[in-house]
T-cell receptor, first 113, second 112 residues
Framework: DGGITQSPKYLFRKEGQNVTLSCEQNLNHDAMYWYRQDPGQGLRLIYYSQIVNDFQKGDIAEGYSVSREKKESFPLTVTSAQKNPTAFYLC????????????FGPGTRLLVL | DQQVKQNSPSLSVQEGRISILNCDYTNSMFDYFLWYKKYPAEGPTFLISISSIKDKNEDGRFTVFLNKSAKHLSLHIVPSQPGDSAVYFCAARTSGTYKYIFGTGTRLKVLA
């Protein structure tokens, strides 16, 4: 069963703590993305990766970091520098060049304690 | 600068009638458009897409219309069903790029 998985479903962060959100896909897609959704807003791009060992900043990359060591995995770290991390985080993937449609995971809701 | 706009935050429609969701864009370089449906606390699911070389694409109850001169696209759902109640996002991209720009979404409520 191909798809994108995100874990955990809910994540709590304490002040000054870094947390990492997991995203795994078995669709053999080259490109992966992280978005943030806030209430009443659209999806805003944090980071994206076109291929293994390469990634690019999106529109709101400050306070976040990513890695792409494997094709299947694109973890997102929310660092202590991100002052307003409470949001719904969505991971997506697409085939890559020529792949027009993005497929999304179920999301992770991050809450600050 | 919001390049993709969905000016109606919400829409209510009676079951069986047509739902029309609208999306406007400002970047004339956009050449591929998608509609996604999203339920609360879930990821968006792809519904339908359209390339700028077409002005209409149909898939079952869903039809997307593109008016390039007006930089406007719309999603028609006919007939609307209660299960269609969700938030609908339009998104746009330029060929050769990896960035998709999303609108803010329209919450559709289909009344039984």
């Amino acid at each position: 069963d191909g798809g994108i998985t995100q874990s955990p479903k809910y994540l709590f962060r304490k002040e000054g703590q870094n947390v990492t959100l997991s995203c795994e896909q078995n669709l053999n897609h080259d490109a992966m993305y992280w978005y943030r959704q806030d209430p009443g807003q659209g999806l805003r791009l944090i980071y994206y990766s076109q291929i293994v060992n390469d990634f690019q900043k999106g529109d709101i990359a400050e306070g976040y970091s990513v890695s792409r060591e494997k094709k299947e995995s694109f973890p997102l770290t929310v660092t202590s520098a991100q002052k307003n991390p409470t949001a719904f985080y969505l991971c997506a993937s697409s085939i890559g060049v020529g792949g027009e449609t993005q497929y999304f995971g179920p999301g992770t809701r991050l809450l600050v304690l | 600068d919001q390049q993709v706009k969905q000016n109606s935050p919400s829409l209510s429609v009676q079951e069986g009638r047509i739902s029309i969701l609208n999306c406007d864009y400002t970047n004339s370089m956009f050449d591929y458009f998608l509609w996604y449906k999203k339920y609360p606390a879930e990821g968006p699911t792809f519904l339908i897409s359209i390339s700028s070389i077409k002005d209409k694409n149909e898939d079952g109850r869903f039809t997307v219309f593109l008016n390039k001169s007006a930089k406007h696209l719309s999603l028609h759902i006919v007939p609307s069903q209660p299960g269609d109640s969700a938030v609908y996002f339009c998104a746009a991209r330029t060929s050769g790029t990896y960035k998709y720009i999303f609108g803010t979404g329209t919450r559709l409520k289909v009344l039984a």
